[in-house]
């Protein structure tokens, strides 16, 4: 797996912490990274305008992803601004299990 370190580009949040997601290394491509990343940020890839790898270089190919490294800092950039997202909940999350949440000892 590749771990990355992704959040949304928004310069007016006090707090802007980035989360890290796991792509498979077999299927490194930058539908895959827009996939996964906007599963776990909640945002609708429609609303990408771009993914930013900091600080200043624009993904834009399967061949840029499969150059990243893991703990790279992306920014999803979002085409409105004022756009709303919806954070999902921690039972909707991919890495959220929920018999290991269960689990009693």
Not at 69 to 84: A, G, H, K, P
């Amino acid at each position: 797996e590749l771990v990355l370190k992704v959040r949304i580009q928004n310069p007016n949040l006090r707090e802007n912490d980035f989360i890290e997601i796991e792509l498979d290394r077999q299927e490194l491509t930058y539908k895959e990274l827009l996939r996964v990343s906007c599963h776990e940020l909640g945002v609708n890839p429609e609303h990408v305008q771009k993914i930013r790898k900091l600080p200043n270089t624009m993904l834009r190919k399967d061949k840029d992803v499969a150059r990243l490294q893991d703990f790279q800092e992306l920014e999803l950039v979002l085409s409105d601004r004022n756009l709303l997202f919806r954070v999902p909940t921690l039972s909707e999350r991919s890495g959220y299990n929920k018999k290991a949440s269960e689990l009693t000892y």
